[in-house]
């Protein structure tokens, strides 16, 4: 018999079906752990975002449009958004130094896909950010990993923050353009 598609299951979880919890959280735990991990480089917190992304799910069901996304995407910025607020509430005012890919390229290993597809999926983004020019890389990851806003970034790096801006921007849509199969944009204007 075979195993029952996540949006299957979501809609049992929305009648209040612990077992379709269960089997979400035995197919996805890992990878969860693996993004919450990724951001906070801690087990024992990154556990607990894997516990609470869960009970948010169990809770927060309905709020999951599939029009809008599939769900693996959803869960997973559910994961990242838990996992930067237990960061904001360790950290408070005081900002660590993020460590970067060119200075640690295995730190991308803790990203774990949970099965073939993301596998193939991990490692079309893995490449796309390693081909990054690595000021766009590195302004990526301070906002996506590291939770920091524009500004930080552009006092953290001593640049203007249009500057931090464009690098982002960039970035995103050569990321963009990677996953979906086209050519980068030529650079405009300026």
């Known amino acids: 018999?075979?195993?029952?598609?996540?949006?299957e299951l979501l809609q049992r979880i929305q009648q209040g079906?612990?077992?379709?919890?269960?089997?979400?959280?035995?197919?996805?735990a890992g990878l969860v752990y693996?993004?919450?991990y990724r951001v906070l480089s801690?087990?024992?917190?990154?556990?607990?975002?894997?516990?609470d992304t869960f009970l948010r799910l169990w809770h927060r069901a309905e709020t999951f449009d599939p029009a809008r996304g599939a769900f693996v995407p959803w869960l997973l910025t559910?994961?990242?958004?838990q996992a930067l607020d237990t960061l904001r509430r360790q950290q408070r005012d005081a900002l660590r130094d993020p460590v970067f890919l060119d200075d640690h390229p295995e730190t991308w290993e803790n990203?774990?896909?949970?099965?073939?597809?993301?596998?193939?999926?991990y490692h079309l983004l893995r490449d796309a950010a390693a081909a990054l020019p690595n000021e766009q890389r590195q302004a990526i990851e301070m906002a996506y990993f590291w939770g920091?806003?524009?500004?930080?970034?552009?006092?953290?790096?001593?640049?203007?923050?249009g500057t931090v801006k464009t690098r982002i921007r960039l970035g995103m849509e050569?990321?963009?353009?990677?996953?979906?199969g086209e050519d980068p944009a030529p650079p405009s204007g300026t």
């Open 17 to 28: 079906d612990e077992e379709a919890l269960l089997v979400l959280h035995r197919r996805y």
């Open 34 to 36: 693996s993004v919450a």
């Open 78 to 81: 559910i994961a990242r958004r």
């Open 174 to 180: 050569k990321l963009r353009a990677a996953w979906l």
């Open 148 to 161: 920091m806003s524009h500004s930080q970034i552009a006092a953290r790096l001593g640049l203007p923050l």
């Open 42 to 51: 801690e087990q024992m917190a990154a556990e607990e975002v894997t516990q």
């Open 111 to 121: 990203v774990l896909p949970a099965d073939e597809a993301q596998s193939i999926a």
């Open 1 to 7: 018999m075979s195993e029952p598609a996540d949006l």
